[in-house]
């Protein structure tokens, strides 16, 4: 049964930086099947995908972030983690960790296992 | 950047048919998958590849997704289908979700 755990601080100031690791138990980080990912949802509001990572490292964000965040992969420890800089208070969201299932080219794919997700409050 | 839209709300009485609209140009032309939340919970996948169901979720999901409008149909509505629910695509090395439909079943 594959597991995704998010882990992080709860509390970050503005102007700083977030960074969240998702641990993933249960199923290989390292198959070719799969990309992970994050998806952020604001309080109260819908869903925002944030970017994707493969084992291997190549990366594909989000245009609206993609200045701001890096995504790394550590296949060793079965982790995946994310970089949000100069943060502000719209920053503001659960995050969640999420396995992106694929077959074949990149728009072939969906999410098929998700994080219980954290909150991430930026304070001013 | 490209877009996809969705109804704020569609009420629908149990056992009556839902259907959630999830509009994009050319969105048939792409894969559209559809989650369901429900309050407190992390989404879960109903529909992928814009007809497929997976395991474990019930028939009466099923999904279409043609010209510029991916639907999601929810047949014999139960109260337990209340929830939100988000279309999303690729475009361009790029995922988007609809901005999500509240199913209010009542």
């Known amino acids: 049964q594959l597991q995704l755990q998010e882990s992080g601080p709860g509390l970050v100031k503005a102007s700083e930086t977030l960074s969240l690791t998702c641990s993933v138990s249960g199923g290989s980080i390292s198959s070719i099947h799969y990309y992970w990912g994050w998806v952020r949802q604001p309080p109260g509001k819908g869903l925002e995908w944030i970017g994707i990572?493969?084992?291997?490292?190549?990366?594909y964000y989000n245009p609206s972030l993609k200045n701001r965040i890096t995504m790394s992969v550590d296949t060793s420890n079965s982790q995946f983690s994310l970089r949000l800089i100069s943060v502000t208070a719209s920053d503001t969201a659960v995050y969640y960790c999420a396995r992106h299932e694929s077959r074949g080219d990149l728009a072939n794919n969906w999410i098929d296992a998700w994080g219980q997700g954290t909150l991430v409050t930026v304070s001013s | 950047s490209y877009e996809l839209t969705q109804p704020p709300s569609v009420s629908v009485s149990p056992g009556q048919t839902a259907r959630i609209s999830c509009y994009g140009d050319k969105l048939g032309d792409k894969y559209a998958s559809w989650y369901q939340q429900k309050p407190g919970q992390s989404p879960v996948v109903v529909i992928y590849q814009d007809a497929r169901r997976p395991s474990g979720i019930p028939e009466r999901f099923s999904g279409s997704n043609s010209e510029n409008t991916a639907t999601l149909t929810i047949s014999g509505t139960q109260v337990m289908d209340e929830a939100d629910y988000y279309c999303?695509?690729?475009?361009?090395?790029?995922?988007?979700f609809g901005g999500g439909t509240k199913l209010t079943v009542l």
């Open positions: 999303q695509t690729w475009d361009t090395s790029t995922s988007v």
């Open positions: 990572i493969f084992y291997t490292g190549s990366t």
